[in-house]
C-alpha cells in the first residue's frame, strides 16, 4: 500500500513537471493564433497600435465582410473539392505503391523506388515553365483534373516513403495467416496492410490535406478561370502590392485555419488508437 | 515467379508510376536541357541557338554567394536536425503517456504548422523587434538590457533567429510522425520490462529506441529535406538580408530566375542543388542501414 | 474471404469512377459558358488592390460600348511574371497584360514578337492620345531611336497611373523638436541636424523598405544624379568610369554618415516597406522613403497622420535633385491576339479623363492622363508636382548588369550594417561589373 502511494506521488510530481513544460510550448504555439483571431476584430487602424489580444469593441462585421470581399463562398467549395480528391487520390495510390515497394517482388524494383525517393529530395524550381507548356499541350490547362493530378504527383514522393517505412514494421505473420485464409494480394493490402497503417495514413491525410490546402501558386499557373481558384486566392485580395488590409486579412485567414484544424482534430484520433483495432482484422 | 505475378505486381505501381512520369519525368529532362543553355526566359527557346554546354555549372561552382547560401541553409538545418527534432521527439514521448489533459496538447503543438506564413512572420518580427520587440522588453526587464539589439539586422544573430522560428514552425511535423510511429509499438512490449521495474529510461533504451529507429531517419531524411529548401520563411522574415547574411539556396535560385531572368543559370541551380540533396540523403540511408545493424 | 475481396474491388471502382466523374462533371461547367456571342477582351493583371475599380470599370465599358472586358488576377506578383512568361511560350497570352521588371525583360518581349507596336496609334488625330498622357509615364513604355536593346523604336505599352519616390515628413515630430513643419530640410547638413534634435527627443530618423532592395537603389541613384549628374551615371553603367570614382565613394559614404548619425530607423537593412510604413503611420519616425502610393496606405492606418512629401535634402547643388517616376503600372497590347483594335479601343478609354478620375479616386493614385489632376489631396499634388523632377532606370536607353544591381544594394546594406567600407564596396562592384563585362564579350 505503501510503495503504491509513493508511486503515486512520483508520478504526480512528474506529470507535473511534464506539463509544465508542455503548457510553455503550447503558449508559443497558441500566442500567434490567438494574435490573429484578436486582430480580425480589429480595424486597420488599430491592428498595429491596439496591443490587446481581445479589442474592447470587436469587429464581428469583419468576418463578414472578408467572406463577401474575398469571395470565399465559391473558392471555399472548390477547395474542399481539391482537397478531399487530392488526398484521396494520394492515400490510396500511394499505399498500393507502398505497399508492392515494402511486400512485393518485381524487377527493378528499388530502382522504381529510388526514384520516387529521388524526386522528393530534387526541387525544381525551373519546372513552372515546362510544366505549364506541358499541362497546355494535354489540354489540362484550367480544368480542375490537371490541378489534382498536379498536387497528387506533389504529395506522392513523401507518402510513399512515409507508407513504406509503416509497412516494413509489419509483422510478417499477420501477412501469410492472411495469405493462408484465402486472401489475394489486393485483399491483404486492404484487410491487413491499410489498418496497420492507420497511424501513418492518418498522418499523411493530415500533411496532405494542410498542403493542398494552402496550395495557390500552382493554382495561379494552372487556372485562368476565377470559378476554378482554390481558397488562398480569396486571401490574395487583400494582400495588395502597396496595400495589406490586415485585418480583413486576419479575418479570411482565421476563416481558412479552422477546416485544417478540424482535419486535425479528426484525423488525431487514428494516431492514438493506431494498432490494436487493427491486428485482429486481419 | 510467374509472369502473371510479376504483372500483377507492376499493377500495384502502376497508377503512381503513371503521374509520376507525366508531371515530373517531362519537367525535369526540361530543367536539365534548359541548364545547359542561356535563355532569359522570355525570347522564344531554341535550343541549338541558347546552347552554351557547361558554362552554367562552371560559373556556379566559382559563386561564392551560392556556396555561401548553402552552407547557411546547412547551418539551418543542423539546428534542426538537433534541436527541433529533439523538442518534437520530446513532446511526442511526453504526449504517449497515459496523462490527463494530453489530448488537448497533441492539438495545439500541431498550430504552427497551419499557421500562415503571414502571421508567422508578422508576429515573430514584433517579436525579434529592435524597438519594441518582446524579446528586447523581457531582456531589459530581467536586467540583459546589454544583450539588447536588433535581432534581424544584427548579422551576427540574424541566421539563428530566423533559424529558431523556422524550427518552431517545423516541429509539429516531427512531433506527429513520432507519436505515430510511437503508436505502432505493441504496448505489450513495455509489460515485461515493467514487471522487472524498469525504469522509463532503461525501457524507453530497450523498446522505444530500438523500434523507433526508421521513424528517426524518416524523420531526420524530411527534416534536411525540408530545411534545406526553406525560403518563404527567409523571404518573409528578412529577404536574406542583411547583406548575404540569410540567404539559402532557393532564394538565390528565385534570385536567378525572377530577379535577373537567367533562367538557364537557374535551372543549374536547381540541379546543383537537388544533386547535393540526393548525396546527404544518400550518406543518411546509409549511414541508417548501418545502425539498423549495429 | 473472396466475397470480401470482390467488394474491396467494388468500393475501389465505384469510388474512382465518382471521383472521375465529379471531376468531369466539374470541369464541364465554365467551358460551357465560353459558347456566348459577346464580342470580349481579356486582360491579365497583378494589381489586387486595384481589383474592385478595375470591375467596376469592366461593368462600365460593356454598358457603354458592349464589350466585355474581363480582368483576370494573378497575384501576388512573382506568381504574376511567371504567368506570364510561361503563357508566352505556349502563345497564349491574353489581348491585353503587363509586363513587370526592367527594361530588358520589356525589349525581350518585344523582340520575340509578343507585343503589339502603338506608336501609330498614339500618333494618330495629331497625336491625340499621347499628348493626354504625361510624357514621363509614355517614357517608360517608349524605345527610342538606336535603344541599346536592338528594339525597332516606338511605344509599346499604355500607362494608366504615375508614380514616384520621395521623402516624406511627419509635420507634428518635426514641430515637437521646434523645426518649422511648413519647411522640412532642403539640404544633407539641415537634415542631419534636424536628426540630432529628434534622436534627443527619441524619435527615428528614417524609415523604408530597405530589406527590398530596388529601394536601396533608388535612394543611391537619386544622390548619384544629384552629385554627379546624370551622364556620369550613365557613362558609369556604358563602363566608362569606374564605380571608384571619388564621386561614387561619395554616394555610398553618404549610407555611411546616415548610419554613423543614427539617422536610419533600427532594423532598416531587413525592414520590408509595408514595416515602414507602419511605423511611420504610428508617427514612429519623422522621415520616410516611400512612394506615391503611401499616400492610401496611410489614409488606411492613420488618417490623422499630419505629414508632407519633399524632395530628398540635397547634399550637392551642382546638379539637380532626380527622383525616380514614371509610369506605375502600364498595360501592352498582345500583338497576336485577335483582338487587337478592341484591345487598344479599351486601353484608350481607360486612359480618359472620366475613367483616371475614378481610378485615382479609388485607389487614391496618380492619374496618367495629364488633365485629370482634379480635387487632389494636397499630399497627392505634391507628389504630382514633383513628376518634373523624376527619371527611371528604364528611360536611360541603357542598363546595368543585374548582377551588378544585386553587387550595388546588398553591398551597402553591408555599409549599413558595418560590415564594409564606401572604398571597399567601391572595389567590389567595379569587380563584379568587370568580371559581366569579360563575359559578355
Redesign the interface.
Given at each position: 500500500m505503501k510503495e503504491g502511494t509513493k508511486y503515486k506521488i512520483e508520478r504526480f510530481f512528474k506529470?507535473f513537471v511534464?506539463?509544465i513544460?508542455?503548457i510553455i510550448?503550447?503558449v508559443?504555439?497558441?500566442?500567434?493564433?490567438l494574435?490573429?483571431a484578436g486582430s480580425s476584430l480589429k480595424t486597420q487602424q488599430t491592428i498595429f497600435s491596439d496591443m490587446s489580444i481581445f479589442p474592447k469593441n470587436p469587429m464581428w462585421g469583419n468576418f463578414y465582410l472578408a467572406w463577401t470581399k474575398g469571395g470565399f463562398g465559391m473558392y471555399f467549395l472548390n477547395s474542399m473539392f481539391y482537397t478531399v480528391t487530392a488526398v484521396f487520390g494520394i492515400v490510396?495510390?500511394?499505399s498500393?505503391?507502398a505497399?508492392?515497394?515494402s511486400r512485393?517482388?518485381?524487377?527493378g524494383k528499388n530502382i522504381?523506388f529510388y526514384?520516387?525517393?529521388?524526386?522528393?529530395?530534387?526541387?525544381?524550381?525551373?519546372?513552372f515553365?515546362?510544366?505549364y507548356?506541358?499541362m497546355t499541350k494535354?489540354h489540362l490547362i484550367n480544368t480542375r483534373i490537371g490541378y489534382i493530378?498536379?498536387m497528387?504527383?506533389a504529395g506522392?514522393?513523401?507518402s510513399?516513403?512515409?507508407l513504406k517505412?509503416?509497412f516494413?514494421?509489419m509483422p510478417v505473420e499477420l501477412e501469410d495467416a492472411a495469405r493462408i485464409d484465402g486472401c489475394s494480394?489486393i485483399g491483404i493490402?486492404w484487410n491487413v496492410a491499410l489498418p496497420?497503417a492507420k497511424?501513418?495514413i492518418?498522418?499523411i491525410i493530415?500533411?496532405s490535406s494542410?498542403n493542398v490546402w494552402?496550395e495557390y501558386i500552382l493554382a495561379t499557373l494552372i487556372f485562368s478561370s476565377k470559378s476554378l481558384m482554390p481558397l488562398q486566392r480569396g486571401l490574395m485580395i487583400f494582400?495588395g502590392i502597396h496595400i495589406t488590409e490586415y485585418s480583413l486579412?486576419?479575418a479570411g485567414?482565421t476563416i481558412?485555419?479552422v477546416p485544417?484544424?478540424l482535419v486535425?482534430?479528426l484525423m488525431?484520433r487514428h494516431?492514438?488508437?493506431?494498432?490494436?483495432a487493427g491486428v485482429i482484422v486481419g | 515467379?510467374r509472369t502473371k505475378t510479376?504483372l500483377?505486381?507492376?499493377l500495384?505501381?502502376l497508377?503512381?508510376?503513371l503521374?509520376?512520369s507525366?508531371?515530373?519525368i517531362?519537367?525535369?529532362y526540361?530543367?536539365f536541357t534548359?541548364?545547359l543553355c542561356q535563355w532569359?526566359?522570355?525570347?522564344?527557346?531554341d535550343f541549338a541557338k541558347n546552347f552554351i554546354g557547361l558554362r552554367n555549372f562552371i560559373e556556379l561552382f566559382q559563386d561564392k554567394i551560392w556556396w555561401s547560401a548553402m552552407l547557411q541553409a546547412g547551418y539551418i538545418t543542423l539546428i534542426a536536425l538537433t534541436f527541433q527534432n529533439a523538442?518534437a521527439l520530446g513532446?511526442a514521448l511526453?504526449?504517449d503517456?497515459d496523462?490527463?489533459?494530453g489530448?488537448i496538447?497533441?492539438?495545439?503543438?500541431?498550430?504552427?504548422?497551419?499557421?500562415?506564413e503571414?502571421?508567422?512572420g508578422l508576429?515573430w518580427?514584433w517579436i525579434y523587434?529592435?524597438?519594441y520587440g518582446l524579446l528586447n522588453y523581457w531582456l531589459q526587464n530581467i536586467g540583459l538590457s546589454n544583450l539588447v539589439t536588433?535581432w534581424?539586422?544584427?548579422?551576427k544573430t540574424?541566421l539563428i533567429c530566423v533559424a529558431i522560428i523556422h524550427c518552431?514552425k517545423g516541429f509539429?511535423?516531427g512531433f506527429?510522425?513520432f507519436?505515430?510511429?510511437l503508436?505502432?509499438i505493441?504496448?505489450q512490449l513495455y509489460e515485461p520490462a515493467k514487471v522487472d521495474g524498469a525504469s522509463s529510461w532503461q525501457m524507453f533504451k530497450s523498446v522505444t529506441l530500438p523500434?523507433m529507429v526508421?521513424?528517426f531517419?524518416?524523420v531526420s531524411?524530411?527534416t534536411v529535406?525540408g530545411t534545406m529548401?526553406v525560403f518563404v520563411l527567409i523571404l518573409?522574415?528578412?529577404?536574406g538580408?542583411?547583406?548575404?547574411h540569410t540567404e539559402v539556396p532557393?532564394t538565390r535560385?528565385?534570385?536567378s530566375?525572377?530577379?535577373?531572368?537567367?533562367?538557364g543559370y537557374?535551372?543549374s541551380?536547381?540541379?546543383m542543388?537537388?544533386?547535393v540533396?540526393?548525396a546527404v540523403?544518400f550518406v543518411q540511408i546509409k549511414l541508417s542501414k548501418y545502425m539498423k545493424q549495429a | 474471404m473472396k466475397g470480401q475481396y470482390r467488394k474491396v474491388c467494388l468500393f475501389f471502382i465505384l469510388s474512382l469512377f465518382t471521383v472521375f466523374l465529379s471531376i468531369f462533371l466539374a470541369s464541364c461547367g465554365p467551358q460551357a459558358q465560353k459558347k456566348e456571342q459577346v464580342k470580349s477582351i481579356k486582360i491579365w493583371h497583378w494589381m489586387s488592390d486595384r481589383e474592385e475599380a478595375f470591375l467596376e470599370l469592366a461593368r462600365r465599358y460593356e454598358k457603354e460600348t458592349g464589350v466585355r472586358v474581363n480582368f483576370e488576377l494573378y497575384a501576388p506578383s512573382?506568381a504574376y511574371?511567371?504567368k506570364v512568361?510561361a503563357a508566352?511560350?505556349t502563345n497564349t497570352l491574353p489581348d491585353i497584360f503587363g509586363i513587370l521588371?526592367e527594361k530588358?525583360?520589356f525589349a525581350?518581349?518585344v523582340?520575340?514578337g509578343y507585343v503589339y507596336d502603338l506608336t501609330e496609334e498614339m500618333d494618330r488625330d495629331m497625336g491625340a492620345w499621347k499628348n493626354k498622357l504625361f510624357v514621363k509615364a509614355l517614357a517608360v513604355n517608349e524605345f527610342e531611336q538606336e535603344n541599346s536593346f536592338g528594339v525597332k523604336p516606338g511605344i509599346y505599352g499604355v500607362p494608366i497611373d504615375v508614380t514616384n519616390i520621395q521623402m516624406l515628413y511627419n509635420k507634428d515630430l518635426l514641430r515637437a523638436v521646434g523645426a518649422d513643419p511648413s519647411n522640412p530640410p532642403k539640404t544633407w547638413k539641415d537634415l542631419i541636424e534636424v536628426n540630432k534634435k529628434l534622436k534627443a527627443n527619441g524619435v527615428?530618423g528614417l524609415v523604408s523598405g530597405w530589406?527590398?532592395?530596388w529601394m536601396i537603389d533608388c535612394m543611391a541613384s537619386n544622390y548619384a544624379f544629384n552629385i554627379m549628374g546624370k551622364d556620369k551615371v550613365l557613362a558609369t553603367i556604358r563602363g566608362e568610369v569606374s564605380y571608384t570614382d571619388p564621386d561614387w565613394i561619395k554616394v555610398f559614404d553618404l549610407f555611411r554618415e546616415m548610419r554613423d548619425e543614427g539617422l536610419l530607423?533600427?532594423?532598416?537593412?531587413?525592414?520590408?516597406n509595408k514595416?515602414a510604413e507602419q511605423l511611420f503611420a504610428n508617427n514612429?519616425a519623422a522621415f520616410a522613403f516611400n512612394g506615391s502610393w503611401c499616400v492610401n496606405v496611410y489614409k488606411g492606418m492613420n488618417p490623422n497622420l499630419n505629414y508632407g512629401a519633399m524632395l530628398p535634402p540635397q547634399v550637392s547643388d551642382k546638379y539637380p535633385m532626380t527622383i525616380w517616376g514614371g509610369a506605375g503600372s502600364s498595360f501592352m497590347v498582345n500583338k497576336q491576339s485577335k483582338d487587337v483594335q478592341p484591345a487598344v479601343d479599351f486601353l484608350k478609354w481607360i486612359t480618359d479623363a472620366p475613367q483616371q478620375i475614378f481610378l485615382s479616386k479609388e485607389a487614391q493614385g496618380l492619374p496618367s492622363n495629364k488633365y485629370s489632376l482634379k480635387d487632389m489631396p494636397m499630399v497627392l499634388s505634391q507628389f504630382a508636382s514633383a513628376m518634373d523632377n523624376t527619371t527611371h532606370p528604364n528611360v536611360w536607353g541603357v542598363s546595368e548588369f543585374?548582377?551588378v544591381i544585386?553587387a550595388f544594394n546588398?553591398?551597402i546594406?553591408?555599409i549599413?550594417?558595418g560590415?564594409k567600407t564606401p572604398e571597399q564596396l567601391a572595389a567590389d562592384i567595379q569587380a563584379v561589373k568587370e568580371r559581366e563585362m569579360a563575359k559578355k564579350q
Open positions: 506529470d511534464i506539463h513544460l508542455l510550448v503550447s508559443t504555439c497558441l500566442f500567434p493564433l494574435w490573429m490510396i495510390i500511394a498500393l505503391a505497399f508492392a515497394f512485393l517482388k518485381f524487377p522504381l526514384m520516387f525517393l529521388g524526386a522528393m529530395m530534387i526541387p525544381l524550381p525551373g519546372s515553365v515546362p510544366l507548356v506541358l494535354l493530378l498536379c497528387i504527383n506522392l514522393s513523401f510513399i516513403y512515409l517505412t509503416f516494413d514494421k494480394k493490402w496497420l497511424p501513418a492518418a498522418v493530415i500533411f494542410l494552402n494582400q486579412l486576419m485567414m481558412t485555419t485544417i484544424i486535425y482534430l488525431q494516431i492514438i488508437k493506431g494498432l490494436t | 515467379m510479376i500483377q505486381n507492376y500495384f505501381v497508377p503512381a508510376f503521374i509520376f507525366i508531371f515530373y517531362y519537367p525535369f526540361k530543367v534548359l541548364a532569359d526566359g522570355i525570347a522564344r527557346f523538442l513532446l511526453a504526449c503517456r496523462m490527463k489533459g489530448n496538447y497533441r492539438v495545439i503543438f500541431y498550430l504552427p504548422p497551419v499557421l500562415s503571414v502571421v508567422a508576429v518580427k523587434d529592435g524597438n536588433d534581424l539586422s544584427n548579422p540574424a518552431w509539429g511535423w506527429i510522425i507519436l505515430a510511429g503508436q505502432t505493441p504496448r523500434l526508421p521513424v531517419i524518416l531524411i524530411l529535406l529548401q518573409s522574415m528578412t529577404g538580408g542583411p547583406g548575404y532557393v535560385i528565385l534570385a530566375m525572377v530577379g535577373s531572368s537567367r533562367f537557374a535551372c541551380q536547381g540541379i542543388f537537388g544533386a540533396l540526393l540523403s | 512573382d511574371t511567371q512568361r508566352a511560350q521588371g530588358r525583360y525581350s518581349f523582340k520575340s527615428h530589406g527590398e532592395i530607423a533600427s532594423g532598416i537593412v531587413t525592414m520590408v514595416t514612429r543585374p548582377a544585386e546588398k553591398g546594406q553591408y549599413i550594417i560590415e
